[in-house]
């Protein structure tokens, strides 16, 4: 069974794409076959495997309006995962997707016919909550949500979870609210602990396990374009393999590993 994982949250920064893409290349190295999936018109995450939104000739734009079909627009990545990128031209599917009936449903119409090639796929979703996002989470079995450890995180994480729930009502009543994954984290810091057990105590939301650390390495990853985390011994890239671990032997039957923010 193919499981589709949205990872979506309509602030931007919050590490939603480095998420898509280095838990995308530790699933391939733990032997998944996996399909990333651009749902963002700025097209960082086909920039960040290693391809230029600017000479893509197809694109999920293509796919979404139906003009192809989505296996014509998947390319291959050097970190091993399959790519469904996005160009600009993402920006006007909203547009154009609003006039058409079952306008939530068009990734996942277009997506069916590929699941049986890959273990997992992956959608990293813009920083909106418009026809792009529900796209995302109609096509999803589970949503994960990377949220900041600073300040104000939760700020959005209310409105984020009201779209989930009319998500689940409307056009997914199987999708499944995995949990947050506290990203850019300072385990150093009481205030990042203090964050994270404020948020989900607040919205009675899972805190899955690891914490993603801030290192300076991702940075220049994307900078260099170089693969995400081929070669990596950093702690950030250490603590998506294990993220991957975790949601593997989920996926596999095992219960979630949660991490309790007291006991950080
Ligand atoms: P989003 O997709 O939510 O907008 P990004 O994944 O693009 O967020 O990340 C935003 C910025 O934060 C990028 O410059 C990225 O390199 C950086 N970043 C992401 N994760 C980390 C991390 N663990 N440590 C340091 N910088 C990070
Ligand atoms: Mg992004």
Redesign the pocket.
Known sequence: MTTVLAVA?Q?????????VASLGAALVALGHKVLVVDL?PQG?LTFSLGHNPDRLDASVHEVLTGDLVAKDAVIPTEDGVDLLPATIDLAGAEALLLMRPGREFALKRALAPLLDEYDTVII?CP?SLGVLTLNGLTASQSVLV?LQCETLAHRGVGQLLRTVGEVQQITNPDLVLLGALP??YDARTTHSRDVLSDVSDRYDLPVLSPP????????E??ASGATVLAGRKNK?AQAYRDLADNLAKHWAGSELITFSAGSA
């Open positions: 949250n602030k931007g920064g919050v590490a939603k794409t480095t998420t963002d960082c990293d920083p990377p990203t850019l993603i650390p801030r290192t300076v390495r991702f940075a990853a994307t950030g």
